[in-house]
Structure formats: C-alpha cells, structure tokens
C-alpha cells in the first residue's frame, strides 16, 4: 500500500515550512535513514529522514515550496512489489485550500446590485456587527500583512478566522468591502492595518525572508511588546579569569581541549542562578516556574539569523565539558544538523559581542525564559584596585530581566553573584 510521506514537525514550534530542496527524484529507491529532502523550519535548515524502503512514486510538494503545513502530504512512497507508476496522486491538492477562501467572495461581488448582498459576505468574518471572529494568532498575522479581518471567510468554529484562511487573502483586500458596505466593524480594521512599506526609488537587491528570518523578526517583537525589560549593568574585572584559563588550557593541551572565555563565562552564570534561584524563572500563565538546573542557551550567529543551542546541566559540568560540549553543538548549528531537543528550552540565555569590540549592550529576553546575560568586549581601562587606581582588564555585562517575574534586587543579586565568580574563578572549580 503506498505511503503518504508528510511534513514533519522538526522543532517544537514548527506550523509550516519550506521545503528547500529534494535529494530525491521520482522512481528513486530509498531506504531507512537515507536523506530525502531538506526542509527550513523557523529554527534551522534541516535534513529530512525516510523511516520507510520503498520507491518515491510521486512529489506532491516541489522543491522551493513556502508555507508547507505540518502534517501536509509531499510525496508517495510505493512499498516493494508495488508498482510506482500506478500510484495517483490524489493528496497533491492538499496545498490547494490556500486560493479556495476569496473565491466564494469572489462570485458574490457580481451580484450585488444593491449594497444589502455586501452585508452578505461580512458576517463571515464578524456576526451581527460584532468584533471580528478571529484567534489571536490570525489577528496577530494579519496586523503584520495589512490584511482586514473583515474581508476575510473564516473557516474555524462559529466562523471563526484561523490562520490557514489568511492564506489566500492579499494585503488591503477589504477596501472594496468597506466601499460597498461601510460599517462601524470594518472601518477600525481597515485603519489600524499598517500600510505596506514601499521602496524607494534607490537601486536595491530584494531577498525573501527566511522561516527563520520571519521567526526572529515575530519573537523579538514579541518580546518587547509583551516583556517589561529592565536593564542592569556590572563592570568586570577579568584578569584573574584570563591568569586561569591560560594556566587551565596548559593542563588541558594534551586533551586538544581550549577554553574560551565565553565557556568560563557560561558555567559562571549557571553558578549565579542556582545562587539565586529566583532568577532561574520563567512566567507560564498564572505560574512562576523555578528550575532546578541551569540549562545556558547559547546565542550562536549562523548565516541564515540566530540560533540558540542549549548547554544543559551547566551548573554541575566541568568547564572542559562545557568548552567540548558548545565548540560541537556551534559547529552543527552553522550546518544546520542540530536537533530540536538541541535548541529547544534552556533556563536562561548568554550573549557574547565581545569579539566584535561591542563594550556594552542589551540583550532582548528569549521567552519564555526570564533572562539573558549580554557580555561585552574585554578592554584595558582605569581601574581601581586594592584602593588604588591602576590599568586593569574590564568587561560590561548587562542583564536583561523579565521585570513580571524577577524583582529588581533579585536582578542585583544575580549580577553581583556573577561578578564574584569570573573575579574569583576559582570558586567555578570548587
């Protein structure tokens, strides 16, 4: 019996993707565990498995397809014995429900004569003049697009407008609604949909944005919409630091392991949170969760955006283990060979600009978690020490806290735990 081989859900947030490129063509025979496809998720590009033998009878999806569903048929596979060219390709049209919702629109238009059929088409979208009928995910995408509402047939419960019928709906689709029937409901939707950006008339390269890209872009909005940010700043003094870890990287040459400060720096905050557990947090609804265990993500630029693989268990690894464990899972992020248990979670987050020469900056929290560390360069500056002034090597590092579960003197006390420890790094080591 042919197998239907459908869109995976390759990270805990994957809705859609795209679906890069075919390794693959029809009448390939294919085993368990060989790559079929690469396929870009809101994280990463990443490599599509067969769990199954067989002959790929037909590509439903083509290569290069945006917006491919979860769950969406994209190709058939024939099992052995069975005859590839025989198989139909009836769940190709499983992408089509995306230009079937402004049709019915669409034959309705011509009928109306008079403006009573325009009322007609509203209800869909909102019953009785009411509110838009809408999840708030739809809203939330349509005030992105500059889609109306209004325009809009929903196919969810009750009529209600879900993110699948905004598939089909084009940008300003409601202004010849609001011509035929300007009602109260429609007007504030059409107002507060934001316009289109236009170009200037300024020679310029156009590049569509990635999954990822669009992931980036919707969770840092968020964040700074939804996350109260407060910001508190300690300088550092690294010299101890850089004395120990030239001294560690001597006893750690014959193992080919090399700590980089940045590795010093992940199992110093891991340390810090578990000193105060009160920042070890994040806000789920109605409850403040503690953790028990200082997971670090990691921010890692690769070329498609950011991605944040986690260090679990940082608290308790040695720094060797650390260093190891970040240098594979960085290398795998720019190849996009990371798995989703590999970037998913994390109790807090580290942010190193330093090696730009960015002496300080703010980090934008990563919900849900309830902080991030922004780490800045290391830079020769006049300090005081031991009450006199001196030339000594100093950092910034600002935390950013999500003010709704973390008071500002718990953000202090981080900060001064954090400081101790890459002063004092030997304490990192007890």
């Given at each position: 019996?042919?197998?239907?081989?459908?869109?995976?859900?390759?990270?805990?947030?994957?809705?859609?993707?795209?679906?890069?490129?075919?390794?693959?063509?029809?009448?390939?025979?294919?085993?368990?565990?060989?790559?079929?496809?690469?396929?870009?998720?809101?994280?990463?590009?990443?490599?599509?498995?067969?769990?199954?033998?067989?002959?790929?009878?037909?590509?439903?999806?083509?290569?290069?397809?945006?917006?491919?569903?979860?769950?969406?048929?994209?190709?058939?596979?024939?099992?052995?014995?069975?005859?590839?060219?025989?198989?139909?390709?009836?769940?190709?049209?499983?992408?089509?429900?995306?230009?079937?919702?402004p049709a019915p629109k669409q034959e309705e238009a011509p009928k109306a004569a008079a403006p009573a059929p325009a009322a007609v088409a509203a209800p869909a979208a909102?019953?009785?003049?009411?509110?838009?009928?809408?999840?708030?995910?739809?809203?939330?995408?349509?005030?992105?697009?500059?889609?109306?509402?209004?325009?809009v047939a929903g196919s969810g419960p009750n009529g209600r407008i879900v993110k699948a019928d905004l598939a089909g709906a084009r940008p300003g689709a409601a202004a010849?609604?609001?011509?035929?029937?300007?009602?109260?409901?429609?007007?504030?939707?059409?107002?507060?949909?934001?316009?289109?950006?236009?170009?200037?008339?300024i020679p310029h390269e156009s590049a569509k944005l990635s999954n990822m890209r669009k992931t980036i872009a919707r969770r840092l909005t968020e964040s700074k919409q939804?996350?109260?940010?407060?910001?508190?700043?300690?300088?550092?003094?690294?010299?101890?630091?850089?004395?120990?870890?030239?001294?560690?990287?001597?006893?750690?040459?014959?193992?080919?392991?090399?700590?980089?400060?940045?590795?010093?720096?992940?199992?110093?905050?891991?340390?810090?949170?578990?000193?105060?557990?009160?920042?070890?947090?994040?806000?789920?609804?109605?409850?403040?969760?503690?953790?028990?265990?200082?997971?670090?993500?990691?921010?890692?630029?690769?070329?498609?955006?950011?991605?944040?693989?986690?260090?679990?268990?940082?608290?308790?690894?040695?720094?060797?283990?650390?260093?190891?464990?970040?240098?594979?899972?960085?290398?795998?992020?720019?190849?996009?060979?990371?798995?989703?248990?590999?970037?998913?979670?994390?109790?807090?987050?580290?942010?190193?600009?330093?090696?730009?020469?960015?002496?300080?900056?703010?980090?934008?929290?990563?919900?849900?978690?309830?902080?991030?560390?922004?780490?800045?360069?290391?830079?020769?500056?006049?300090?005081?020490?031991?009450?006199?002034?001196?030339?000594?090597?100093?950092?910034?590092?600002?935390?950013?806290?999500?003010?709704?579960?973390?008071?500002?003197?718990?953000?202090?006390?981080?900060?001064?735990?954090?400081?101790?420890?890459?002063?004092?790094?030997?304490?990192?080591?007890?």
């Open positions: 019996m042919p197998i239907e081989l459908k869109m995976p859900a390759l990270s805990p947030t994957m809705e859609e993707g795209t679906l890069a490129k075919w390794l693959v063509k029809e009448g390939d025979e294919v085993k368990s565990g060989d790559i079929l496809a690469e396929i870009e998720t809101d994280k990463a590009t990443m490599e599509f498995e067969a769990v199954d033998e067989g002959t790929i009878a037909k590509i439903l999806v083509p290569e290069g397809s945006d917006g491919v569903k979860v769950g969406v048929a994209i190709a058939i596979l024939a099992g052995e014995g069975e005859d590839a060219s025989a198989v139909t390709s009836a769940p190709a049209a499983a992408p089509a429900p995306k230009a079937e919702t909102a019953a009785s003049g009411d509110r838009v009928k809408a999840s708030p995910l739809a809203r939330r995408l349509a005030g992105q697009q500059g889609i109306d509402l209004a325009a010849p609604a609001a011509a035929s029937a300007p009602t109260a409901a429609a007007a504030p939707a059409a107002i507060a949909a934001p316009a289109p950006a236009q170009i200037p008339d939804q996350v109260p940010h407060i910001y508190l700043t300690v300088d550092i003094q690294l010299d101890a630091l850089l004395k120990l870890r030239g001294e560690l990287n001597k006893g750690l040459e014959s193992r080919g392991v090399k700590l980089s400060v940045n590795d010093m720096l992940v199992k110093a905050l891991a340390g810090a949170l578990m000193e105060v557990p009160s920042c070890n947090v994040m806000l789920a609804g109605d409850q403040l969760v503690t953790f028990q265990r200082a997971d670090i993500s990691v921010a890692v630029s690769i070329p498609n955006g950011l991605i944040t693989p986690v260090v679990t268990s940082a608290d308790t690894k040695s720094l060797s283990a650390i260093a190891a464990e970040i240098k594979d899972l960085a290398a795998r992020a720019k190849d996009g060979k990371l798995q989703p248990h590999e970037y998913a979670g994390g109790t807090a987050s580290i942010s190193n600009m330093g090696m730009y020469g960015i002496k300080q900056f703010e980090a934008v929290i990563n919900p849900p978690q309830g902080m991030i560390m922004a780490i800045g360069a290391g830079e020769k500056r006049p300090y005081v020490v031991n009450d006199e002034l001196a030339v000594a090597t100093v950092m910034s590092a600002t935390g950013s806290f999500d003010h709704r579960a973390i008071d500002g003197a718990d953000g202090a006390k981080l900060m001064q735990a954090f400081k101790r420890l890459v002063e004092n790094p030997l304490g990192m080591l007890a």
